[in-house]
């Protein structure tokens, strides 16, 4: 730098490369320091992305906790309102419940109210459930509604009797529960050569077999309700079903719904 009037050297500096890439460095590095005092010391955070989360949280605790307290702090009063009544003589001990025995009385009691809309409710419930579950009528015989489906499943080939083909085969996923069509006892649950069991059910002179079961939960002489699981299927085996009424063949998928 000269002087205009005397051109006299005033004040001279060399510029480089290096220099350059130093006096950017120091600037970066003190940028980077200021930044983070102001965003450790100072609010200016708070409008920061993340941190304003973070608060929302510690509020949302922190206004739990506070009503936590509160409610102690209520039970806490009602408890030393009690000992006060006690002290003076004003209740009996004996007359004393908790808290949490008064909500449990309460909540029973308005659980066993019941109003005729909801026994007529309950009763149509229990006649619908009981015409679709009941399979026979014992006065006229084997006149069958509807049986309980042994399994979820795809038919894949159904029963033809003039090819003495009585059982119908269903395609199934592997463990899935073969359920009992009636109330009814096992009577048999035998081994099969392929490793799979056969199982019969019988319900006095009605029977369902049911072929290739992957594996068999119920021993024989088990007493077993209308849609209780019997067994598994295996996933690799389709599962046949087979039903006889007093030794005569009953189809399958005429009586089932499926």
């Not at 005397?6 to 006096?23: D, K, N, P, W």
């Not at 033809?160 to 009636?182: D, M």
Request: contains cysteine; glycine residues 6%; aromatic residues 6%.
């Amino acid at each position: 730098m000269l002087d205009d009037l005397t051109l006299r050297e005033v004040f001279h500096f060399r510029v480089s490369l290096l220099g350059a890439i130093s006096m950017i460095t120091v600037a970066i590095v003190v940028l980077l320091a200021l930044l983070s005092v102001l965003i450790v010391y100072t609010p200016i955070r708070n409008i920061l992305p993340g941190y304003s989360e973070s608060i929302r949280q510690q509020i949302i605790q922190q206004s739990s906790r506070v009503d936590s307290l509160q409610t102690d702090l209520m039970l806490q009063r009602q408890y030393l309102d009690v000992i006060k009544q006690l002290t003076a003589g004003d209740i009996q001990s004996d007359s004393v419940q908790s808290l949490d025995s008064l909500q449990r009385v309460e909540r029973t009691r308005i659980l066993e109210q019941r109003d005729e809309v909801t026994e007529a409710f309950l009763s149509q419930y229990e006649l619908k459930e009981r015409d679709r579950l009941q399979l026979f009528d014992n006065t006229s015989g084997p006149s069958m509604r509807s049986l309980y489906r042994p399994v979820r499943g795809v038919i894949t080939r159904s029963a033809r009797p003039e090819s003495r083909q009585y059982s119908v085969s269903v395609r199934t996923g592997k463990n899935e529960n073969v359920l009992a069509t009636l109330r009814g006892t096992i009577v048999s649950a035998e081994r099969l050569e392929d490793n799979t069991f056969a199982v019969t059910l019988a319900s006095g002179s009605f029977l369902t077999v049911y072929q290739h079961v992957g594996k068999v939960l119920k021993q024989p002489g088990t007493q077993v309700e209308s849609g209780e699981a019997i067994g598994m299927t295996d996933g690799v085996h389709e599962l046949s079903i087979s039903c006889w009424d007093d030794g005569q063949f009953v189809n399958p998928e005429e009586i089932i719904v499926w």
